[in-house]
């Protein structure tokens, strides 16, 4: 009897797509294998076919230079060190767009147990020609570790009033951080739209 179980799994592996059941291992010895690939036959597999995958791409939208005064500490949390780097100013530039980062805007920082940080900043952009863009940039950051290179990737929503700007507002935004110190006290940010 376990052997026919064995070569029924082993059939039931063999003829399932390697796309649909990459986690199909996990599944083997635990005599769910049969029942979830006959499962997978069902209509969701079919809708997966029809349906190609289309991959996100992205296009430069600007680069933010952001000038930062010195970190405020807030203080522990249950979740890690609270922190606050207010954002004195700075420029950006892209393809259609420049202009200067305002003063007012901050990153507030969770540093948190593993080393790893989880960065909001909320700042607004002026364009050359005085319209005002307001930025939400949430970003994780982890540090290298054990070869794994350093991580720095960001969520932005982008608010933009109606007119020659309002492009902003439909798309989805993400980017990149990374410091200028010990040369200045700012960050570079490039931000991509999904299209």
Same mark, same amino acid.
């Given at each position: 009897?376990?052997?026919?179980?064995?070569?029924?799994?082993?059939?039931?592996?063999?003829?399932?797509?390697?796309?649909?059941?990459?986690?199909?291992?996990?599944?083997?010895?635990?005599?769910?294998?049969?029942?979830?690939?006959?499962?997978?036959?069902?209509?969701?597999?079919?809708?997966?076919?029809?349906?190609?995958?289309?991959? =996100?791409?992205?296009?430069?939208?600007?680069? !933010?230079?952001?000038? #930062? +005064?010195?970190?405020?500490?807030? @203080?522990?949390?249950? %979740?890690?060190?609270?922190?606050?780097?207010?954002?004195?100013?700075?420029?950006?530039?892209?393809?259609?767009?420049?202009?200067?980062?305002?003063?007012?805007?901050?990153?507030?920082?969770?540093?948190?147990?593993?080393?790893?940080?989880?960065?909001?900043?909320?700042?607004?952009?002026?364009?050359?020609?005085?319209?005002?863009?307001?930025?939400?940039?949430?970003?994780?950051?982890?540090? =290298?570790?054990?070869?794994?290179?350093?991580? !720095?990737?960001?969520? #932005? +929503?982008?608010?933009?009033?109606? @007119?020659?700007?309002? %492009?902003?507002?439909?798309?989805?935004?993400?980017?990149?951080?990374?410091?200028?110190?010990?040369?200045?006290?700012?960050?570079?940010?490039?931000?991509?739209?999904?299209?």
């Amino acid at each position: 009897m376990t052997q026919e179980l064995s070569d029924t799994r082993q059939k039931d592996t063999a003829s399932m797509p390697r796309r649909r059941w990459l986690g199909a291992g996990v599944l083997a010895g635990t005599g769910l294998m049969a029942t979830s690939a006959r499962a997978a036959a069902g209509p969701s597999t079919a809708t997966t076919d029809r349906v190609p995958m289309a991959l =996100p791409r992205t296009e430069f939208v600007y680069e !933010a230079v952001c000038d #930062l +005064e010195p970190t405020l500490d807030l @203080g522990q949390s249950p %979740w890690g060190e609270r922190r606050m780097v207010p954002i004195a100013g700075g420029s950006f530039e892209g393809p259609g767009l420049k202009g200067k980062v305002l003063p007012g805007g901050a990153d507030r920082q969770l540093i948190r147990r593993d080393g790893a940080r989880s960065l909001d900043a909320v700042y607004e952009l002026q364009t050359h020609d005085g319209v005002i863009i307001s930025v939400r940039n949430k970003v994780l950051v982890r540090p =290298p570790k054990d070869g794994v290179a350093r991580y !720095a990737f960001s969520t #932005l +929503e982008i608010v933009a009033p109606e @007119g020659r700007y309002g %492009w902003l507002n439909d798309h989805v935004h993400v980017g990149t951080l990374d410091s200028l110190r010990p040369e200045r006290a700012a960050v570079v940010i490039r931000v991509f739209r999904l299209v």
